[in-house]
């Protein structure tokens, strides 16, 4: 641009000046800027995903829920000892629950009918397990399912529980899964791509010898149980990028074996693992912000 042009450039003051460029074409007609529609994000991603991001009146109620789903699950955890049974442990929710002006998602939910309030995962079963009378023991490990519905709004957390001493292989997978939650965690922000979430927890899965379960997601939650979008925690091609106001679950399924699952025909609920072999999860409530994201169930302390 030589400085006749950028004489001309400072000293425009209508659209009917020549452009700037030098193309003796008024500005209007040629480097002007094109008016067209503001696009809303919100109205995209409601639309074209079926994503609803939260105003801020939501996203405070689904804060407050997700804070009652992890104290109760905390309290929870810490009743967990040998020789406790998963159904006084679900018995123990219903209490918690009733205290905290909540109730349990669970209940109820889906077909069949889930016919407790918790899930707990024992050992090989990776996710849905119903609570009845086994009684926990030493080197078992559990995982404890919550999802807490206050004012209409919901918060969902899992945490696993080691009992007394377990074996090297069990504690490699509750391990590992906690490597993948917290490493995955990490990445979100606004404009990180879903897929990128499955990228981590993969390679973090393949270092430690273990396998990422693909037949069940995280999902959006907040003013539903289960909403749009689904987060795969293992490779793929999810481009959807990640906006401001979405909240979802960050819940890794990860196995010491195969990553393959098989569901209990008895119940229609309880997922194993194909091999038998142990299973681990844990999971947070996440808030992406302007900035990165916030854990809404932090556990306490």
């Given at each position: 641009m030589d400085k006749q042009i950028i004489i001309k450039f400072f000293i425009m003051i209508s659209r009917n000046d020549l452009c700037f460029c030098g193309s003796n074409k008024k500005w209007k007609k040629c480097h002007f800027p094109?008016?067209?529609?503001?696009?809303?994000?919100?109205?995209?991603?409601?639309?074209?995903?079926?994503?609803?991001i939260k105003n801020r009146k939501q996203i405070e109620g689904i804060r407050q829920a997700s804070k009652v789903a992890a104290i109760i699950l905390d309290k929870l955890v810490k009743k967990a000892k040998a020789g406790i049974t998963t159904l006084e442990l679900d018995e123990y929710s219903i209490e918690l629950h009733k205290k905290h002006n909540a109730f349990a998602a669970p209940l109820n939910y889906g077909h069949p009918p889930f016919p407790k309030s918790i899930c707990t995962s024992l050992n090989e079963v990776i996710c849905h397990g119903i609570p009845d009378n086994t009684k926990l023991k030493d080197g078992d490990i559990l995982n404890i399912d919550v999802t807490s519905v206050v004012d209409g709004y919901?918060?969902?957390?899992s945490r696993m529980v080691m009992i007394g001493k377990v074996d090297e292989e069990k504690k490699r997978v509750v391990d590992t899964s906690y490597e993948c939650m917290i490493e995955s965690i990490k990445i979100l922000k606004p404009s990180v791509k879903i897929l990128e979430i499955g990228n981590v927890i993969e390679k973090v899965a393949e270092k430690n010898n273990c396998s990422v379960v693909y037949q069940f997601v995280g999902h959006g939650v907040g003013v539903a149980f289960h909403e749009p979008p689904q987060i795969q925690f293992n490779y793929n091609n999810n481009q959807i990028p990640l906006l401001?106001?979405?909240?979802?679950?960050?819940e890794p399924m990860i196995n010491a074996g195969k990553k393959e699952a098989i569901i209990d025909s008895s119940d229609n609920w309880t997922a194993r693992t194909i091999d038998n072999k142990a299973s681990a999860q844990w999971e947070h409530t996440i808030l992406i912000t302007e900035n990165g994201c916030e854990i809404l169930t932090q556990y306490p302390n």
């Open positions: 094109q008016k067209g529609p503001i696009e809303n994000p919100e109205k995209k991603y409601l639309t074209n995903y079926g994503i609803l919901y918060g969902d957390t401001p106001g979405m909240t979802f679950t960050i």
